[in-house]
Structure formats: C-alpha cells, structure tokens
C-alpha cells in the first residue's frame, strides 16, 4: 500500500513539474513573442495609464493627460481648443489609434524615449511611475486662433503662418476641423461612433492634416517657381520685353490658352515680367516653357523642396512637378496645372526661400521638449533646408512680387502700412466651374518676419479669390497688429 | 504492508515559527497591495491582517490541544496559501472597486471555524468509518442539491451552485471529502475481497461485481450527475480520486491502465457529442485565432492570462503594479495567471513548490498512518487537492483545456475554502495520528488491520 502511495506522490511531482516547465514556457520562453501577438493590448493599456506628457502652446496645454475615474484608465487625454488644433495634435484613442503629434512625438510624450532613460530608471528606483515630456510647440496661440477663426465655415481653407528666417511654424490652421476628444473617449463603442460622424463630413479626413497633406493645383502661384528659372537661365531679367498675346496655341497642339479674361495682361501685348508678374498673364510663361524645356523647372522645383520627405515632425506630403513632360505638358506646368500638385507648407516653403535670400530655413513645430523635472532634453535649432536660389534671384523675385498688391491681382490683401509681398494663383479643376484660390507671400519686403499661405480648395472664382486675399490681409493685420 | 515512523516529537513550536513566517508572507503581499494603489486604506490592512492571525493562532492552539503530533508543516503552508490569495483577492478589489477580499475573509473565518469543530468533533479520524455509507448518502444529496428546481442555480453554464439567502455554495466541493470518505470506509473494508475474489483474466484480476457495486455506483452517479451539470472540472476530480484510491487499496496498476482507458473513451465522447466540451477544447486549440478570441466565452480569458503572466515574466511587475484585472475572473479561475504576471516565474514557481510541499506532506501522513482507512483517505484527500492544482495551473498555462476548478486556498469563493479547510484538518488529524507516541495511543477501537497495529496490540495483551 505505501508502495502505491508513494507511486502517486511520484506522480502527482512530475504532473507539477510539468506545470512549472508550461508556466516556465509561457513567462520564460514565449514571454516576448506574446507580448508581440496582435491580440495583446497590454502595451497600450499600460500607455494608457499613465501620465501622457502634454503638447504645449505658449506654456499652456493643447493636449493633456488629466486624471479620470471612469474605471476603465486612470488618465483621459484632454484636448483644449480642440478644433483650432485637431489637425495638428490629431487624437490619442485606444480605439482609433493615434494621429499627427500624438503619434509622432509619443516616444516623448510616453517618456520612452532614449533622452529620458535617466528619468525611467530614476522611476523604477523611486516607484514612482515614469512620467511622459512635455513638447512646447512653435505655435504662436494668439494667432493660431485668428487663423483658425478668420476662416469662414464651409469654406474648405488652410493657412499657415512661418518665420522665415528660423523655420518656427506660427500657425497653420484648417476648416473643416473637428474635436478630437470625441475620438479620444475611452469606450471603443462612442470613439468608433464619433469616428464614422466624422467621416461624413465632406472635405475633412482626421488622418490627414490638409496644410501638409492635401495636394492641390498651385495654378499662378506657381509662376514664382517659374519666373525663378527663367531668371537663373540667365535668358531673361526685369528688362527683357516679352511676347503677351491674349491668346497663344500650346506648343504641338491645336489647344488655345488665354490670358485671364477678367484682367487686364491685354493692355500690354508686348511687356515686362513686372506687368506680367503682377497682372498674373499666362502666355508668356508658355514661351518661356519652350525656350527652356523640362530640366531647369525640375531643378528649380526639387531646390524648393518639392519630391522630398520632410517632417515637421508631422511627415509632409512631398509635392509633385511631373516628369518627361510633352512641351505643351510643361507649358500647363509652369503655370501651376497639368499634374502640378503642391501642398499648402509647400508653397508658403516658396515664400520663405525668397523671404530668406534664396534659403529655406527647415520647417519646423517643435520650440522645445521639457522633461518632468522641467529639464530641457531637446531644443531644436534652426536649420537650413536647402539653399532654393541665389540670393540676387530672390531679391529679383521678391520685387516682382511688390506689383500684385500694389497693382494687380492681390491689391484687396494690402495692408496700409506693410510691405507686403504675394504671389496669387488660381487653378482650374478639370471641367469643373470650380478652382482652387491661393495667395501666398511675405512681409514686411525688407526684413521679412512672416512668410503667409493661404490655400481655398474647390471653391467659386469670385469666393477664392476675394477670401483668399481678404484672409492674407487679415492674417498680415494679425501679425502686425494692425 | 507497514508504516513510517517518526519520532513522536509534538512540533508546535516549529509550526508556531513557521505560522508567523506565513503570517507575516501573507502581511507583506497585503501591505505591498495596499500602498501601491493610491487609496490609504491602512485600516483594511491592520483588520484583515489582524483576523488572519487570530484565525490561525486559533487553529494552532486547537491542534496544541487535541492533536498535538500533527504535520507542522500542512498549518503555515495553508495560511500563507490562504493569506497570498487574500492579498490578491484585494488588490483585484483595489483595481476594479469591488469589496470580495472581505466576503473571503468572512468564508476563512468561517471555513477556520469548521476545521477547528471538525478537529474538536471527530478527534481520531478512524471514527469516520463509522459513516461510510452515510458519507455515500452524503455525497448524493450535495451532488443532487443544485438539480432541485429553485434552489439550484446556473452560472458559467454549470449547475453546481445552490442559493442559501445571500451567499451561493458549491455543495459539490463538499462531496469531494464525503467521497474520498466513502471510497476509504468501503476499498479499507472490502479490500481483500477485491483483491482475492474473482477471476483472472490474462494478467488482470477481475474483482466480482458485487464486490465492486458500490464503487460503481458511486463513480456513475458522480459522474453521471456532473456530466449533467456540464461541470468538467470536478469530472475530472472525482474520476482521479476514484482512480487513485482504488490503485492505492489495490496497488494493482491494472486498475489506473483501466481507469485511463475509461477516462480516454469518456473524453472522445465528451468531446464529440457534448457541445460544451467540444467548445473548450477548440477554445483551447484555437486560442489564439482572432475569431475565438472575440466570441461570447471564446479564449479572451486564457489569452489574456497569458499575456499577463509573459507581461510578468521571470520577476513580475510587482505586487500592485501589473495589471491582472484585464483578465476576466481574475480573482479566481484565473488567480495563478495574477500571480504569474505580479510576482514572475520565480514568485509562482515558490507558490506551485508550496502546494508540492503541501501534498508531499498529506501523502506522508498516509503513509505513516497505522490503519488501513487513514492512509487511503490521507492519500484520496491529498490527491483531490494536488489534483486541483495540477489541473487549474495547467489550465491556465494552456496545457489542458481550462476548468472551472478552484485554486485551493487562493481564488476567491467560499465553498472551495471550507471543503479545502476541512481537508486540511483532517490531514492533520490523521498526521497526529500516525505520529503520536504507540503505546497507549491505541485505543480499543483501532481495527486490527495492520501488522503493526497488531504487534501494538499484542504488546499490550501480554
């Protein structure tokens, strides 16, 4: 009988052992490759419980982490003045994932960053939880808020608001916007639900940040780009007496383009880029196109930054100028149709190269990242991000770009008292009685401290073009207090 | 057949040490629970704390008393079980605001109590033979008690819960001890005869089937009750513990070759016509196909555990600091996979190796016992409760599909605490028994069934 016991005891052992080799398997063995199976949340959960660092504007929270007893998280991501800044915090949600700055800066915003592994191991030791940094945007709060407001609803508009000379984005501010505390509510049920709103609003995708994300026609605003090659081929100078039909057959078609017909290029049928540049014409520009073919437009295109991934840290859509063109191809190009497809930072990009003597200073959202213990741990400088042109190509350009407010098609944008730079543009869409309105420019001329884009999509010619310069001239007040 | 001696020492001293070890085990993993979460509640500590020492000073002073050669070991090794599961039970609390680590102090309190009656009551454990075919009744009744419409009630799909005004009770966990009470009281009496009667077959003895009736009868009902009752886990129990005490009566192994046979033929039929069963094993196949893990009772429960434990790895997050209420019941079923995560592979590991020890000593008093019934229901008792482990740990490891079996001592309920505090007393009442000095210690009821019983008597006959 003992003997059977005995049996049973050796039996019931290996029976346990096996248990601990499974319970070895499991928090041993397999412990890393559970935690990566896609069903496995705990990652999130833990993100989710603790203090998310805050995104900043002028010292005071956009995003925050407040604390909540709903039962399920210890923490709610808050979102303050959530539509002026939806598109550019995007949302932090368990059920929706999480967008823009909030999936951009979370290795600091969650403190997992290698520049806070002293903070981490600090934590460990104190049994404090670890704490997230905060990240202080450039953002400039007071006019983030005009650009937001100014904005008339319905419109589907975008304008941003650099410094030139640094790169610092000061606004960049879009309708149709949305709150992003809707999505970040903690029950997956109302975030899927809030979610499927939102995707009937026409016009509006929370994925995407219009200002960097939506490529449009640039139409004349373009014609920056253009004039800036035409002037580096050495050809022409602000003396050259140009060709200005009304009308001129694109080259190798039967296809006719036109001067604006509202305008007044007709006035002048041979003239000078400065009555060109100012009235806005089209048909000199096809001429140009010819002389210089497809090669120094590229060039000039891929200085400005076009083609090339940016991050603000936001990823930037990279605009696109089409290649192995036909000539009458190219011709649309130049003047800002065809497949020419900018994004709003883009051409405010085109601004701030002749703003800054031919240099772009990199675009840039982050002023500075603050630790918990307030210690800054990055502070981004300044930087160029690519020398766009010579600095007498720019001062050219940026005379040029006198005429439109003083004399052509942007004078409702000048502001008594600034020196006010733009270019305008106005880009047919396909058949469509629809265009996209820009303007986009710089003040003041002699020491410039804003670079100004403002973008209306698919919208009527005389809405876009007289809210696209009643808003470069409100946004030019804002700045200047005027 | 022969016994083990001991030293006839009393050790209550060393199970005194032992019991503040325990104690004081259980009062850190409370303490730690408690200050880790942001609610000061001190008062929770210091009460619970305090009820749990008292409860087992009770116990210890019960044993000092009436069986003073009992295991020292089987007392601090229940109460540090019992006072870990405690702390969990309330740091689960803590996360999900809810208040069961009282309601389980309430039911220790309780299941204590009983034990020290039981040990008070019954004193020599050979008095149970008494009531072998009552512990049969027993077992019939507390097995059929949730089948009566009204007073039984389903939860998790088993019916095996009744409702006795506030609190609901698993009478089942009760019929695991008047079982193994039976199957003792019958294999002891009838031993010989199914061991001599009967004929041969090949290499096999066949017992006659009268000899075998009542163990037949017992083993259909319980397993024909449970089946209905769509309660797997305890299946398993009882068909183990029958099992077992016939191999340990018999020490044929004949018996456990037929008996795996049986349990093999019963699990293809489970596990093809019973939809239930069908269920879990796909769930236990399949867990980690995204489908079964979103289904209504699919494996979110045991995937989730087992992300808990990998989270806690080899040292765990730290008592209070994972976060095993992600996993449904996670104060209960699942309380093996909240230790894993919050104390590591090493912490659980020290909990497996405490429930061996536990075991180890409950076989070892029967194998010292002197009478034939002591050791078979030492034996059949600690085997139900070695046997639960092994199949709830292994269950949340998903090495078998997972039961809705209780971790003894630990997961939250109170059915499960009582029967598994009155096996504990009985343990000890039979250790005593078989520790405790010979001379004189034989009473004139002992049963001549053991040579050494006999050669005691013959020494006091001369």
Known sequence: ?482 | MSELHTAPVPRRNLELVLLLLALSVGAAAFFLVGSSSDANDNTDFFVQTGILAGLALLMHIMLRIFAKYADPVILPITVALNSLGLAMIHRIDLAKTTDQSMRQLLWTAIAVIIAAVVLWAIRDHRMLRRFTYIALLASIILLLLPMIPGFGVTINGARIWVRLGPFSMQPGELAKITLSIFFAGYLSSNRDLILMAGRKLGPLQLPRLRDMAPMVVAWVLSIGVLVVQRDLGSSILFFGLFIVMIYVATARISWVLIGLLMVAAGGVFAATTMSHVTRRIDVWLNAFSPEIYQARGGSMQIVEGLFGMADGGLFGTGLGEGSPYRVPLANSDMIIASFGEEIGLIGLSAIVLLYMLLISRGLRAALGSRDTFGKLLAAGLSFTLGLQCVVIIGGVSRLIPLTGLATPFMAAGGSSLLANWIIVALLLMISHNSRRPMLGGVGPTDEVATPGAMTTKAVKNV
Not at chain 1, 91 to 106: I, K
Not at chain 1, 118 to 145: C, H, N, P, Y
Not at chain 1, 247 to 256: F, K, Q
Not at chain 1, 295 to 302: A, F, G, Q, R
Request: glycine residues 8%.
């Open chain 1, 1 to 482: 009988m003992n003997q059977a016991i005995k049996r049973v005891w050796v039996a019931l052992t290996m029976m346990f052992v096996v248990c601990l080799a499974g319970l070895s398997y499991i928090q041993f063995f397999s412990a890393e490759k559970l935690a990566d199976n896609s069903l496995n949340k705990r990652q999130l959960y833990r993100e989710f419980d603790l203090p998310r660092g805050a995104i900043l504007v002028d010292g005071k929270p956009i995003a925050e982490s407040v604390p909540t007893d709903d039962g399920q998280f210890t923490y709610q991501r808050k979102y303050n003045n959530p539509e002026e800044y939806a598109h550019l915090t995007g949302y932090y949600s368990l059920a929706n994932g999480s967008t823009h700055l909030e999936s951009d800066l979370n290795s600091w915003l969650t403190g997992s960053s290698s520049d806070l592994v002293f903070d981490r191991l600090t934590a460990m030791f104190t049994g404090k939880k670890a704490e997230g940094a905060s990240v202080e945007l450039t953002i400039d709060g007071e006019l983030q808020k005009k650009a937001y407001e100014m904005i008339p609803d319905g419109l589907r508009a975008t304008i941003v608001v650099t410094d030139p000379k640094t790169g610092d984005i000061l606004a960049m501010a879009s309708k149709p916007s949305f709150d992003p505390n809707d999505l970040a509510v903690h029950s997956t049920v109302k975030a899927a639900e809030n979610m499927k709103k939102l995707t009937n609003v026409k016009g509006l995708s929370p994925y995407i940040n219009p200002a960097i994300g939506n490529l449009v026609a640039p139409g004349s605003s373009f014609k920056i780009l253009s004039t800036v090659a035409a002037l580096e081929s050495g050809e022409y100078d602000l003396n050259t007496v140009l060709d200005n039909p009304t009308r001129i057959v694109l080259p190798g078609t039967n296809t006719e383009l036109g001067n604006f017909e509202a305008g007044i290029c007709a006035r002048q049928p041979r003239a000078k880029l400065e009555f060109i540049f100012t009235q806005s014409c089209n048909t000199p520009f096809v001429n140009i196109s010819e002389k210089l073919g497809e090669k120094p437009y590229e060039d000039v295109t891929e200085r400005f930054g076009f083609g090339q991934q940016l991050n603000i840290p936001q990823s930037v859509t990279a605009s696109v100028f089409p290649t192995g063109m036909t000539a009458s191809q190219l011709a649309m190009s130049t003047i800002g149709q065809f497949d020419t497809k900018t994004t709003s930072l883009q051409m405010n990009m085109v601004a701030m190269a002749i703003a800054n003597d031919g240099v772009i200073m990199q675009p840039n959202m982050i002023d500075k990242v603050i630790a918990p213990d307030l210690r800054v741990i990055e502070d981004p400088k300044p930087k160029a991000f690519s020398t766009a042109t010579t600095k007498e190509v720019a001062d050219t350009v940026a005379e040029l770009m006198k005429g439109p407010v003083q004399s052509g098609t942007a004078m409702n944008a000048a502001v008594p008292g600034v020196d006010l730079r733009v270019k305008t543009g106005t880009a047919q869409i396909g058949d469509t009685k629809l265009v996209n309105s820009w303007i986009t420019g710089f003040a003041p001329g002699d020491d410039p401290q804003v670079a100004i884009t403002v973008n209306i999509e698919q919208v009527d010619y005389d809405t876009g073009h007289n809210t696209a310069g009643s808003l470069m001239k409100k946004m030019t007040e804002a700045v200047f207090n005027k």
